[in-house]
Structure formats: structure tokens, C-alpha cells
């Protein structure tokens, strides 16, 4: 199914990829000022690669995306989305404490700080990455998803 969103998706249309940021953060500013290098980066580039040869847009690499910065808690329903793309076991690395989903949303309800951050999510291909691992937000941000591999 992603295949074909990515096949026929709008020109023009950019992926969106969120960062749950803290600004009293070393390490969410530093996720953050990554962040914004690597989307105008990539900006930049769509547009050199639309000009140039169409072999380099063939590379299973993404060329842009739009960057939305939340300094605010996620809503319960994109903490819902948030866990289930990073799966039940690390629902602790999330919410402080948590020892799965259920419990991460009933501590996250009481307690909104219990949120950690910083957090970059790719809706739209339901990748997160939790955390201030440059390579792991690296990976998630360049790449396509794993659907785009196979085809």
C-alpha cells in the first residue's frame, strides 16, 4: 500500500515529520538544530535533482519534507500513533516509568510531563525515533520506508 502512495503521490506534497522539542533541552536543541540544516538541506537538493539527471532520484533516499516543531504535548491520539510505530517495548523510553502502551497512555493522561523528548515522528510513514541518536533520526529522515525496498 505505501508503494503505491509513494508512486502516486501529489506532486508537490511533502511528507511531514513532527519533533516534539523542549527548548531548555541541550539535547532537543541540538535534534532540532539538525533538524532544521538537514530540511533546508534537502530542500535545496529536490530542486537541483529536479533539474539534473533523474538517475539520482532513483536512490531510495528522501528529498524532502516540511519540519513541524511542537513545543506542546502530543494529544493522546498521536501518543497512541507514537507507541504503536515504536512498538510496546519501548513505551518506557516515551513515557518515564511506563511498562507498556496501556500504561504509557494512563500515566501520559495523569501527568503530561512524563513525556520525553526530544521526539521526531514521520507520520507518514509511522517511523519514530525517541531520544537524541543523530544516526537513528538520520536514518528516519533520509530514508523511505521499508514497503519502497521491496518494490
Known sequence: ?????????????????????????QASTRIYTL????S???????TEDQAS??????????????????EGAPTPDQ???????????????????????????RRFKQNEKVFTRPVVVDWNNGRAVVGDNESEIMKLV???PKETDKA
Request: proline fraction near 2%; hydrophobic fraction near 35%; avoid cysteine.
Open 53 to 70: 539527471d533523474h538517475k539520482t532520484q532513483s536512490k531510495l533516499e528522501r528529498t524532502d519534507f516540511e519540519l513541524d516543531v511542537q
Open 79 to 105: 501518543l497512541g500513533n507514537i507507541l504503536e510505530y515504536l512498538g510496546p517495548s519501548k513505551a518506557g523510553t516515551l513515557i518515564k516509568d511506563a511498562t507498556g502502551g496501556s500504561d504509557a497512555l
Open 142 to 144: 533520509r530514508s523511505l
Open 35 to 38: 533538524l532544521k540544516q538537514v
Open 40 to 46: 533546508a538541506q534537502s530542500s535545496a537538493h529536490a
Open 1 to 25: 500500500m505505501n508503494v503505491f502512495k509513494n508512486l502516486f503521490k501529489e506532486t508537490g506534497v511533502k511528507d511531514v515529520i513532527t519533533l516534539f522539542h523542549s527548548p531548555s533541552s
